[in-house]
């Protein structure tokens, strides 16, 4: 629940409990028998409603550690495809935002752009932030280890106190990680640096060997020299 932003669904249907109560109580016998009927299928219904989270319990459950090992080879190659990259575009003055979703699922946040579903590169990255393609203004999206999307829009930061100096991409990267886990590079196209924001915290001027260890310690790969 509190890694899927599902605290709502349940409160509603607490709510729709509570008016289960209130309907026997006050002999409301049409909106009792709805609700009743409701409650009656409610293993179905949240079999429904969290698909995707009983889903990914199952398969990391399911997860075999002795993949461990191809798994460590994967994502050593993304980490040192994103930090080329992240890196490649900072000298190139590219503006970009890279999204690393974690736990909690990103599409409840954000406004999803172009699916791309591909291998991490970082000429791949360097192309679609290009000023020339119609993709360079949004996000591109990391999802379990593959660019699964490009031009996404995130919200931005409502927060009053944040430096008034934060441009838009900034803000948006702020807004993402304070209502989720995920972690956020972004390439300024002015100063031609990298930071990364986590947790609503901007850290910036990140070089190549700092990239790499935010990353390697995403990754749980700690013990790789970075």
Not at 36 to 41: A, L, R, S, T, V
Not at 106 to 125: C, K, M, N, Q, W
Not at 205 to 221: H, S, T, V
Request: charged share 20%; glycine share 8%; aromatic share 10%.
């Amino acid at each position: 629940m509190r890694h899927t932003g599902a605290v709502q669904v349940i409160s509603g249907i607490g709510i729709l409990a509570f008016g289960y109560i209130m309907s026997r109580w006050l002999d409301l016998y049409s909106f009792n028998w709805i609700l009743e009927k409701f409650f009656e299928n409610i293993f179905l219904i949240l079999v429904i409603l969290f698909q995707g989270e009983i889903r990914r319990a199952l398969a990391h459950l399911a997860s075999n550690p002795l993949l461990r090992e191809t798994a460590s080879i994967e994502e050593s190659h993304v980490v040192e495809e994103l930090s080329k990259g992240l890196t490649m575009m900072a000298q190139r003055g590219y503006g970009a935002l890279v999204v690393i979703e974690r736990d909690i699922e990103l599409d409840y946040f954000l406004e999803i752009g172009t699916r791309v579903d591909s291998i991490i590169s970082a000429e791949l990255l360097a192309s679609l932030f290009h000023q020339s393609t119609p993709l360079h203004d949004g996000a591109v999206i990391v999802r379990q280890g593959r660019l699964e999307f490009a031009g996404c829009f995130l919200p931005l930061s409502r927060n009053p106190a944040l430096d008034k100096n934060l441009g838009t991409r900034h803000r948006a990267a702020i807004g993402l990680t304070e209502q989720t886990d995920a972690i956020v590079f972004v390439v300024s196209e002015e100063q031609k640096t990298v930071g990364m924001v986590k947790g609503g915290s901007f850290t910036a001027n990140l070089d190549i060997a700092q990239i790499r260890k935010n990353l390697f310690d995403f990754y749980g790969m700690r013990g790789l020299d970075a």
